[in-house]
């Protein structure tokens, strides 16, 4: 997302499952955003949404597609908020984009399912597939964890980038933009329980944290 702040051009990367929609959305209901967030399909435009721009072509963009598609933005300040991988994972897991049907197969409303089987084997695929929070932040496209955490925290020093916690949003929010966010958390998981019981998991947890997004917990934790 592309925004203003004390009359500056900004950046927000929106790494999923970090708390971004409380903090896009409250941008956006602030004024100052420069894109648009747009309700389609299961989205209602609060909790879920997508936001669109001149450059903002997804929700999700990395910093380094923001770069290549205007060198300008290099100079610009960038925000954004990481969380702890396991609990991203899980959260990412149990999301409610990643379950919603439609009611009566192909028409109809769309619906949460009452419970969402757990499987192991598709998570873990998930926790390979889904990119580290430090490959969206790195302004250029390596996979490179080392080359990843010299050049974040280059940015991170000089105070190009600022860094929010998921653990400490609404405090970080605040700090940060000098305003309360405007409600958090937004599109939370309607499987509360299974979540927590996953989260138990010490197995999983140490597969996730000693894996590829062990890189996230090196440079922001």
Do not use: W
Not at 195 to 220: I, M, N, P, Q
């Amino acid at each position: 997302m592309l925004f203003k702040f004390d009359q500056d051009l900004c950046i927000f990367i929106h790494v999923p499952k970090t708390g971004g929609n409380s903090i896009q959305a409250s941008l956006v209901e602030a004024g100052m955003s420069l894109d648009k967030l747009v309700a389609e399909d299961h989205q209602d435009g609060f909790d879920r949404f997508k936001i669109r721009g001149s450059i903002t072509r997804t929700k999700h963009q990395s910093m380094s597609e923001y770069f290549l598609k205007n060198p300008y933005l290099a100079k610009a300040k960038a925000y954004s908020c990481v969380r702890r991988p396991f609990e991203r994972m899980v959260s990412y897991y149990f999301s409610p984009n990643r379950h919603v049907r439609k009611k009566y197969h192909f028409f109809g409303p769309y619906c949460e399912p009452e419970t969402v089987k757990f499987n192991e084997s598709e998570f873990l695929s998930l926790v390979e597939e889904t990119p580290t929070a430090s490959t969206m932040l790195c302004p250029c496209d390596t996979d490179r964890a080392e080359e990843q955490i010299t050049l974040i925290r280059d940015m991170m020093k000089s105070n190009q980038l600022q860094i929010l916690r998921t653990e400490n949003l609404s405090d970080d929010f605040l700090r940060s933009f000098k305003f309360p966010i405007t409600k958090y958390p937004r599109n939370v998981s309607f499987c509360q329980a299974q979540l927590r019981s996953v989260l138990e998991s010490a197995t999983l947890r140490k597969s996730v944290e000693t894996g590829k997004h062990a890189v996230d917990l090196e440079l922001f934790y």
